[in-house]
């Protein structure tokens, strides 16, 4: 299961007759197989389009947020960021290397 979340946003308080103007979205990304999870953050700039409708700050919505972020992403981004959670959760799952117990302890 994947999770994207929002855990911050940088705005201009005023920028083109507008206030509170989101330009960068923090971002995370978190992922579970059932036994492990996997968290992975990042930031993404949000660039301002004067011909789109306006939401004002109070009224936007994690999920409208998020859309943001993902297009600004771009799938081959969102894929590499996804695979590069699958591959940690594998890790966990299956670790590379193990400390073990002393024998004589």
Not at 4 to 22: F, R
Not at 42 to 65: A, K, M, W
């Amino acid at each position: 299961d994947y999770t994207w979340s929002i855990i911050a946003m940088e705005t201009y308080p005023s920028y083109e007759g507008k206030s509170d103007v989101v330009f960068n979205v923090k971002w995370q990304l978190s992922a579970t197989d059932g036994a492990n999870r996997s968290i992975i953050s990042g930031q993404r700039d949000i660039t301002f389009d004067p011909d789109e409708v306006f939401i004002q700050y109070e009224n936007l919505t994690e999920n409208q947020v998020l859309d943001w972020v993902k297009n600004a992403l771009g799938v081959d981004e969102i894929s590499a960021i996804t695979g590069s959670v699958d591959a940690h959760l594998q890790t966990l799952a299956n670790p590379p290397v193990v400390e073990l117990a002393l024998p004589w302890a």
